[in-house]
């Protein structure tokens, strides 16, 4: 035996599981677990996060290529917040000795991953994992 609805009857079967489903696959999508993301002040779980790659010579080249790639543009050549895709708050100094989002390298990871903000989107769908540390590891080397 075969099942079907008449036209109109499919439509609002239709509409009413997009009703109940799209929003709650939004939110599931949009949330992040807790501790993880990008915090003012800092983040406390984030700043236990030990960095797994060292910097060695091949993760500060390929820190610095993603760094020129993704995040010049904004941050500036050497770090100083003075990119020419400057919007409308200036971007964090690298340079600095303490950061807005926390200093360590776990706090640096979850800005880079996570975001910040509509201005500093999180690159998690853009770079690995591994690709984030390097340039946390190159974004260190600004400082000295």
Not at 30 to 52: D, I, L, R, S, W
Request: glycine share 10%; aromatic share 8%.
């Amino acid at each position: 035996m075969r099942f079907s609805l008449p036209g109109s009857d499919a439509f609002f079967v239709l509409c009413v599981l997009c009703v109940l489903c799209v929003p709650s696959a939004i939110v599931i999508a949009t949330q992040q677990p807790p501790g993880t993301f990008a915090k003012k002040g800092g983040n406390p779980e984030a700043a236990k996060v030990k960095n797994p790659v060292a910097a060695s010579p091949a993760s500060l080249a390929a820190g610095k290529r993603s760094y020129q790639r993704l995040c010049e543009k904004c941050h500036g050549p050497e770090g100083h917040g003075d990119g020419t895709a400057v919007t409308e708050k200036q971007p964090q100094d690298l340079t600095d000795a303490t950061w807005e989002f926390g200093s360590t390298d776990g706090e640096l990871f979850a800005a880079v991953h996570d975001g910040t903000s509509p201005d500093m989107e999180g690159y998690k769908e853009r770079m690995t994992d591994t690709e984030i540390w390097n340039v946390v590891n190159y974004v260190r080397s600004l400082r000295k």
